[in-house]
């Protein structure tokens, strides 16, 4: 396997325990595309964005390098799943209106990425990237969700996730825009909340070098901070979307 695969083992909770991206960023991509004929969901790993891209665009090509990710893939009538690299997705030259790389430029070769994103879209399409680093619940909760992050498992993060951390600092290889802001919300109870922790390529590194589960470090601690109760909680996740735009030159004008 030439790619560095960190998600077919648990791609099944993968699915189930990721967040949902906002109804809106989808209607925002299709208001700015040239046209709303094909979009390419590069890195679709279990299909979410490509689902919501195929509620504005005509089509959507969504490909993974992970045979188990597609086939946990959410099914849509417009979409159309293919397992392939980013670096050689096989699509036809100058089709694509717009790419979406949704929480998965960090594990791209980068140059070769953006000489197949060039050879792919239109003379005017975009390629918009979004990436999304911790949440937010509330203090207590975060607190102990950080030190998870960065103490427990963070010797075990793929080198690439510092890429998500710095995700605005990335070089881009299109004229980029000025874009709105937008986050992912989701009510969700401590059950779920574990769940999506174990879905972290760290956590699953952790388990898989000490034959032990890295959350039951948190568990008491979480299961206070979360008042030890069964009520969900509204988890916010804030997105960085980038935006550039094919057949433009000169310098990135980029608002900060």
Known sequence: MSFKDHFSKQAANYAKFRPRYPQEL????GSIAPSRQLAWDCGTGNGQAAVGLASVF????????SEKQISNAQAHERVEYRIAPAENSGIESGTIDLIMVAQALHWFDLDRFRAEARRVLTPKGLLAASAYNLLHIEPAIDEVINRYY???????????????????????????????SFEMIA?????????YLRSWSATQRFIAANQRDPL????????AAWDKTKQTRRVIWPLTLRVGIKGYSGTNQKKN
């Not at 960065?150 to 290889?173: A, D, N, T």
Request: glycine share 4%; net charge negative; aromatic share 16%.
């Open 150 to 180: 960065y103490e427990v498992v963070g010797p075990f993060w793929p080198p690439e996730r510092v890429l998500v951390e710095k995700f605005e600092e990335l070089p881009f290889p299109f004229f980029e825009i000025q874009t709105p």
């Open 26 to 29: 989808f209607d925002y991509l």
């Open 216 to 223: 039951d470090e948190i568990a008491d601690e979480l299961g």
């Open 58 to 65: 005509d089509h959507v090509i969504a490909t993974d390098a």
């Open 187 to 195: 009510q969700w109870n401590l059950e779920h909340l574990v769940g």
